[in-house]
């Protein structure tokens, strides 16, 4: 065998095997139906394009207008999260604004899944634990009283924030918020929210 | 005084304040970027205006959707109302939602309970 057919034969099996991964990721996308899996800079266009993809979607299905307004919220403030509070890796530069993270909207019968996964310096992690565990620790009451006096109390953030997001996710939707933070190193863990809507059958 | 008109957007509501033919209105959908650039100006024309108001004024307000730093400005746009209502502006909010828009509803109850101007509610 001559050292061209060779290294032809070695792309061949590389690229057989990454074609298997998408197909792999394909079937994975369709097992979970999800609508739209993203990861990369998210700004305030990147949210508002998927937000209306969401929207056409759901209209598509004939979705109700209740759960589609609240998965439309949800997005939001999801999306501005990440473009508002995602922590950088190895950018010191300041002039570097942009922000990154991972997005995932999917479904199935009986609700809708929103997925936000974002780099977080450790420092944050036991006030964003500490907030979240008191949000899922309320009932409904609880969390509108919560979002009353936040509202009343609280200011504008230097970021933009009313640090209303969480608190609206689960006012909104009536469910528990889901999170994990993965251990990535000594500053840093990645952050991951689910939040679900709940469809009207 | 001047009036001030914003054309609405995708992210931005439909922003008339007219002290001339007294329409005083928000409408559409509020997620800017950045809340405060957006809303800054609004809050500058209601400060102007409480110098020296109409009679009365009828503010209307039919939002369909704000995100969460939008519904903090909503709330300090209703106590420059507060102000302006305690100064002699004799101010009536009226919060408008569609029929089957319960969010949109009880964010209006919440905010009537919040601030001391006569609140109406009402579904279109």
């Known amino acids: 065998m001559n050292l061209k057919k060779m290294q032809m034969e070695t792309t061949l099996k590389a690229s057989a095997s990454y074609m298997e991964f998408v197909m792999d990721f394909y079937k994975r996308m369709k097992e979970y139906d999800i609508s739209l899996v993203y990861e990369g800079e998210i700004t305030q266009e990147i949210t508002l394009a998927f937000t209306s993809m969401a929207e056409r979607n759901m209209t598509l299905i004939d979705e109700d207008g209740s759960v589609k307004k609240k998965v439309y919220h949800v997005m939001v403030e999801c999306l501005q999260n990440i473009c508002k509070h995602a922590d950088m890796k190895d950018s010191h530069d300041p002039s570097i604004s942009s922000k990154t993270g991972m997005f995932i909207v999917g479904k199935n019968v009986d609700e809708y899944f929103v997925t936000s996964g974002n780099l977080v310096t450790n420092d944050k992690i036991e006030w964003m634990k500490e907030i979240l565990n008191k949000i899922n620790s309320l009932d409904q009451e609880g969390i509108k009283q919560l979002f009353k006096e936040t509202l009343k109390n609280g200011s504008i953030s230097d970021k933009g924030g009313a640090g209303l997001g969480f608190i609206d996710i689960a006012k909104k939707t009536g469910n528990k918020l889901e999170y994990h933070f993965q251990h990535i190193d000594d500053q840093h863990s990645f952050f991951l929210l689910k939040s679900k809507v709940t469809r009207k059958i | ?124």
């Open chain 2, 1 to 124: 005084m001047e009036k001030l008109e914003i054309t609405p957007t995708e992210e931005t509501p439909r922003v008339v304040l007219d002290k001339d033919s007294g329409l005083f209105e928000f409408s559409g959908k509020s997620l800017p970027e950045d809340v405060n650039s957006f809303y800054g100006p609004v809050i500058k024309w209601l400060d102007l205006y409480k110098a020296s108001p109409n009679a009365s004024a009828d503010v209307t307000f039919k939002m369909s959707y704000f995100n969460t730093a939008s519904s903090k400005m909503i709330l300090e746009i209703f106590m420059k109302l507060e102000e302006i209502h305690q100064a002699g502006g004799n101010v009536t909010i009226n919060w408008h939602y569609e029929e089957d828009d319960e969010d949109m509803h009880e964010a209006g109850e919440e905010y009537s309970g919040m601030v001391e101007v006569p609140f109406k509610l009402s579904a279109s």
